[in-house]
């Protein structure tokens, strides 16, 4: 289920050349193959001739591209990574600021002491994690297991091989469900134990190698660490087989396809032999009114896996689970393993420092606490106002976006309208702070243990998603969990109809108190369009004005705004992104459709700006998506990410407008035109 919600939300080593398109191979027609990935080290330098008509992204961003390094420890460096590590370096200095008072800023710094001590965590070593693994180890039989799995005391981590949360109701946004899937994979998707490819090779190798490490760790040899993790590698195998891939993710019918309620009693008919109502009760969310369960078949399938036959593989799995849950509060020895295992097969030079070891660690687990500091030391009212004021242009330039759609009949305009002036907006950072209160646990000082923080957070989270369950839904409240403002982001979410601005973006090239007009356009301005035409994507189309998962389009509309969203995705099909790779354009089209909305609205505007400077705009489009990245990372990138990759969501974004040709004089023959016939322009 967290798949899917990420979904609403808006590594492998591959020894490959850039592709480039060969110009004897060329139809004449341009669909994206004309350009190489710039952003790939060595694919280009200072002395790569360049020509604005031909590519643009290289064009702009050559000089950047080259003088770039990508940071000791990161697989790419770009205009986000670049405003996150600010964000970091001011983070880390909040951490240790003596001069905070309150409890947001009591947790960091008490949090920060036992993450950084690495002296005391190298003293203790394995030692404040064996019960747990142990209690893991001794399980001798299929009812072991299964005790196991609903006992708080022996499993408090929750481990299990299902996902639960409690989250908005698809098909009613006003209220909290309990919701049950499938977990996640070692492989990332289902489809890779079946169909292996180099990116599944990569995550294989990383699992395998720092698995067997950690189990080593804990007491087993060589070759037993070898057969615990094949059995873990296997169980999983076996639940692979009643998992949708992460394509069919993509697919128009996807999100009907997870609507499926089920009562206590029907989820425990579904669920056979495995004990989900005892896990569920654990937990203390089994008294959900009704369970959204995404991929009924999942469980279907655990019908047959789960049985005393595979207790072995079942037993294993868990330990593997439990290794993995407990190998960040242990020593340096294997923090040190481990990152080297990850940065040596995905090809990463370097490691992070100290600081930023220790701020993950924190922020990852106190990003409220953290975020309230950040908020209260950065933000301004005049961020929020000028965040503001672009939203209600970007919104008032939509209503002639959906007004000039002939092909929209009149009722679904209508509706459309509807849901654009129902927008929430939240900017920048919100008007009441989390309260972290109910959060304590002992400092280094006082003889606490990481762990003993770890779990203390686990507990404190749980009573919260505890205190949902069958509970109304505040529309209008921001959760810090789900969105801290100090990140690097904005989004649209369909389920409360809302555009999300956060602070933490709010840097060069994206804004910048001294922009001019046309820098502020083409940075902020088309992120929040961007935004915005989420709400009318391939996504977002199927969500009303209220957040409800519920058409709203006539037939025929709807039908029309497949086929246009299917000729964005076939061209996106048609590009080859390596060589021997492929695009899913499915993947892809949602992110490719808000592009292009998100540019289309601040073209809109700039027509009624007198003098709009239409080269710094577009030139400022360019240099937002800026990047320099490992071959392996790009290869993941496509393989799962629902964003094009930065060269592409600059020049294929770009050659849909007319404004953009006429600018650069780009005609026929030029490697950034492309006829009006063949735009993919969905709005």
């Known amino acids: 289920m967290k798949r899917l919600l990420g979904m609403l939300l808006a590594f492998v080593m591959v020894f490959s050349l850039p592709f480039q398109a060969l110009a004897e191979e060329d139809s004449g027609k341009n ?41 000791a420890g990161y697989s790419e460096f770009g205009s986000f990574t670049e405003i996150s590590l600010d964000v970091m370096d001011k983070q880390i200095a909040l951490m240790t600021d003596e001069s905070l008072s309150g409890h947001d800023a ?58 639960t949360s409690v989250d ?49 760790k804990f007491g087993a040899t060589a070759e037993e660490a070898e057969t615990i993790f094949q059995n873990a590698f296997d169980f999983e195998a076996l639940l692979a087989e009643h998992i949708k891939a992460v394509a069919t993710h ?12 089920y009562t206590r009693t029907e989820l425990e008919e579904l669920a056979g032999s495995f004990p989900v109502l005892p896990i569920l009760d654990m937990k203390g969310i089994g008294g959900s009114e009704s369970f959204l369960v995404d991929e009924p078949d999942f469980f279907t399938g655990l019908q047959e896996i789960w049985k005393e036959e595979n207790t072995p593989l079942i037993r294993d799995w868990l330990l593997v689970q439990a290794v993995s849950t407990l190998a960040d509060v242990l020593d340096r020895d294997t923090y040190d393993a481990m990152t080297s295992i990850s940065n040596e097969v995905r090809g990463v030079s370097g490691v992070i420092s100290d600081e930023e070891i220790n701020y993950q660690y924190v922020s990852s687990l106190l990003s409220v606490p953290m975020d309230n500091l950040y908020i209260q030391a950065y933000c301004t009212e005049q961020m929020r106002d000028d965040i503001r004021s672009i939203i209600h242009e970007v919104v008032a330039e939509y209503h002639e976006i959906l007004s000039g759609a002939e092909w929209l009949s009149a009722e679904t305009r209508e509706k459309a309208v509807e849901k654009l002036d129902s927008l929430r907006i939240n900017a920048v950072y919100p008007d009441e702070l989390g309260d972290s209160s109910d959060l304590d646990f002992a400092s ?68 910048d108190v001294n922009m001019t007009e046309e820098e502020m356009f083409g940075g902020i301005g088309v992120v929040i369009g961007h935004e915005i035409s989420h709400a009318f994507d391939t996504t977002g189309a199927q969500f009303d004005k209220d ?33 021997g790779g492929t695009y899913n354009g499915e993947q892809v089209q949602g992110e490719a ?37 490992l071959e392996s990372y790009m290869i993941m990138r496509v393989a799962q990410d629902s964003h094009p990759l930065n060269y592409l969501r600059t020049n294929v974004t770009l050659q849909q407008f007319d404004e953009f040709l006429k600018t650069y004089e780009i005609q026929e023959g030029d490697g950034m035109y492309l006829a009006p016939e063949d735009r993919i322009l969905v709005w």
């Open 31 to 71: 669909d994206g193959n004309q350009w190489i990935n710039s952003s790939l080290p060595d694919a280009m330098d200072e002395s790569t001739p360049t020509d604005l008509k031909d590519d643009f992204y290289l064009a702009v961003n050559r000089d950047w591209i080259a003088g770039a390094e990508i940071p």
């Open 106 to 163: 009591e947790l960091v710094r008490k949090m920060y002491g036992l993450v950084s001590d690495w002296d005391a965590r190298n003293e203790l070593g394995i030692e404040p994690a064996v019960p747990y693994v142990d209690a893991v180890k001794a399980l001798a039989t299929f009812e072991d297991c299964n005790a196991f799995l609903s006992s708080e005391e022996a499993n408090p981590f929750y481990i299990a091989p299902i996902s």
């Open 168 to 216: 908005v109701d698809l098909s009613d946004p006003n209220r909290y469900i309990v919701m049950v899937g499938a977990p996640g994979l070692m492989l990332m998707d289902s489809a890779e134990y079946t169909n292996r490819t180099a990116n599944g090779d990569m995550y294989y190798e990383i699992n395998s190698r720092i698995y067997k490490m950690l189990l080593e």
């Open 250 to 261: 993509y697919e128009a019918d996807y999100l009907s396809s997870v609507m499926n309620y």
């Open 444 to 511: 280094k000082e006082d003889g606490g243990t990481l762990l003993d923080a770890l779990l203390a957070v686990r507990k404190f989270n749980l009573a919260k998603m505890r205190a949902k369950v069958n509970g109304k839904v505040d529309k209008d409240k921001w959760e810090q969990e789900m969105m801290p403002t100090a990140m690097v982001n904005a989004f649209y979410n369909p389920q409360n109809n809302s555009i999300n601005i956060l602070a933490g973006i709010l840097s060069d090239p994206f804004y």
């Open 547 to 579: 957040g409800a998962f519920n058409n709203w389009w006539t037939e025929a509309d709807y039908t029309a705004f497949r086929e246009r969203a299917a000729k964005l995705a076939a061209y996106y099909s048609s590009i080859i992104p390596y060589e």
């Open 593 to 629: 459709i808000a592009d292009m909305g998100g540019l289309k609205c601040m073209l809109g505007i700039a027509e009624s700006h007198e003098g709009f400077d239409y080269d710094t705009f577009f030139r400022q489009f360019a240099k937002i998506w800026r990047s320099k990245e």
